[in-house]
């Protein structure tokens, strides 16, 4: 919307003039009427070539320069809405579907308290619904799989108990059997070495006295020796099991209760994140149902654009909604404001303290509020407005009347800045030339033209103080002057100096898309079948300048015949202009922003050494200009 611009007093009203001598031109008509025709020629004649018409006269229209205040306002349409609503969003990851959602504008009231209406619920009871078919599923999977983990830990803490139990029972018993078995065996080999050496010494005693023979002395020899290596096996085995069998059984359990121990505690984690798992799937489960957490009234949070549909869906039963949507918000009705959107043209001139009128559809008396934040982004639009640039501007309520909700549309008038017995004049009595303001004073002896010193913004944003009726003059003109109020009309000066401004305006600008169209075509081939600006000098392609003419001449004598059919100097010089590098050839690369020649390329590279030649460069601009009929 455009800025709306008030007055607090009236300014004095425009007077219809004539000039002085008006009267007395009407009357030497009236008698040079009746006098005769060469009178009435020569009045027809001075009435063409000098001064102004009466019918001119007549348009022409003044008034007298006042002082006044000029009240500087802002006005926007905004929409009611709750400072800090609570919102009730969908929790579900990756979203989920509405089965089942309460009327919008549902009252919600604390347990215990009337309802007003049958249609109205407490605190605690179910709002929204959302599909739990999905969850439900995996929930009754993770369940499954938190049994298992704990089935795992159960078998991983037994072998842990096993591990170390074995410890103590090889140390406390397998081993003290086996020691003893050792030490019995040792023994007895001591005891039949004993018995076999007594053996051994009878019967060498009976074989000198000849009563044994010597085959059984030998034998006797041999049991002595036998015990002995039966005694030696058994000390071996005693020895072994104290110094090596008993400390590698020990390493072995030992490490066994350590991998247990680390089973045990892989276990423990593996179940710790299956029931993590399971409790995130119970409260998406849980988040399935949204109660109400605190009495209030159920608003649908519907995502409205003031420019296009918007891209959420709406809310309601069926609707499928995203993770972390807004489905249903709570507004607090003791924090109410207003939203509107100032345009960028405007929200410099807003300031946040600025004071505001807002007029609320259903409220007969306008409401007092206060600027209490302006956003430093502009709101997003929709692609058919995205160079509309507006900036969300808050405005508290000072007092919340009865029965106020949001949604409710409103019209903000924002104080902007005022500024008190300043002189003034209408918007159409001043032009500006050049940033410079002109008015007209209207005298006896003609128009005088004034230069006038406007007043500006005390913002510091060198705006002119204006409210789009009347512009603030310091300097120029004084109270009580006579000012032209249409001089585009009547003013022969102020016609001739809008002439000269836009004739200058109009040549600045051809000059600046002629500058720009010669540095288009320097910088950049132009695609084929394009044409660009004529040469300087004003002569046609064809014809060429004669300097250009001498150079092309000189170019066919010293460089003998052209290259390529038809592509001539021009070709050459295409060449030239896409050869950036300056190696003779032109590659892909610097073809790319040319569509024509970047689809061509691979047709023209008739070598594939991935670059054009003179010779290839000359072949496709033939071609180029023989599809298109020699162009």
Known sequence: MATTWENETQASQPVRSRPKNGGGGMLLTFVVLLCGLAV?????????????????????????????????????????????PVLLKCLVSGGSQILEIVPDGTRIVAKGEPKQD????????????????????????????????????????KDLAVAKISITEYEQGTFVQELQGLDAEVTIAMENLRGVQNQYDYTQKMFRKGFVTKLQLEADEFAVKRSKLELQQSETKRTVLLNFTKAKMLEDFRSNVKTATQAVT???????????????IGEQFANCVIVAPQPGMVVYHNERSRYGRSQTAQIEEGATVREHQAIVKLPDFTRMQVKVNVHESKVQQVAVGDRALLTIQGY?????????????????????????????????????????????SAEVVIDVERRDALLRLPVESVIEIGGKYFAW???????????????????????????????????????????????RDVVPEAKELIQKNEAAEAKKKSQADASASTSGVSGKALPSGGKGPRPAGGKSRKGGTAEAKGKAGAKRKGGGKRSGSGAGAGGSGFLKRLDKDGDGKVSKAEVAEIPGLNAAFDGADTDKDGF?????????????????GGQ
Not at 448 to 457: D, F, G, I, M
């Open 40 to 84: 009435g020629g020569w009045v027809l004649a001075s009435s063409v070539t000098g001064g102004e018409s009466a019918d001119v006269a007549d348009e022409k229209m003044t008034i007298f320069v006042t002082k006044g205040p000029i009240q500087v306002r802002v006005t926007e349409d905004g929409e009611v809405e709750s400072a800090k």
């Open 118 to 157: 049958p249609t109205d619920v407490e605190v605690g009871d179910q709002l929204v619904k959302l599909d739990d078919s999905k969850i439900k599923d995996a929930l009754d999977k993770q369940r499954i799989t938190v049994g298992n983990a704990q089935t795992q830990l159960i078998q991983a803490e």
């Open 266 to 280: 892989q276990k423990q984690s593996a179940l710790e994140l299956e029931k993590r798992a399971l409790e995130r």
């Open 364 to 408: 007969k008396n306008p409401l007092k509020g206060k600027v209490i934040e302006i956003a430093n982004q502009p709101e997003t639009t929709s692609w058919y407005q995205a160079k509309v640039k507006e900036y969300a501007t808050i405005v508290k309520i000072d007092e919340i009347p009865e029965g106020m909700v949001p949604g409710m």
């Open 441 to 487: 004073e209207s005298g006896r002896d003609g128009y005088t033209r004034r230069e006038l010193t406007v007043a500006k913004s005390q913002k510091g944003d060198d705006r002119i103080l204006s409210d789009n009726k009347f512009i603030g003059v310091e300097k120029g003109v004084a109270e009580g002057d006579e000012i032209v109020l249409n001089p």
């Open 612 to 628: 054009l030649n003179a010779a290839e460069f000359a072949k496709m601009l033939a071609a180029f200009k023989a599809a298109r």
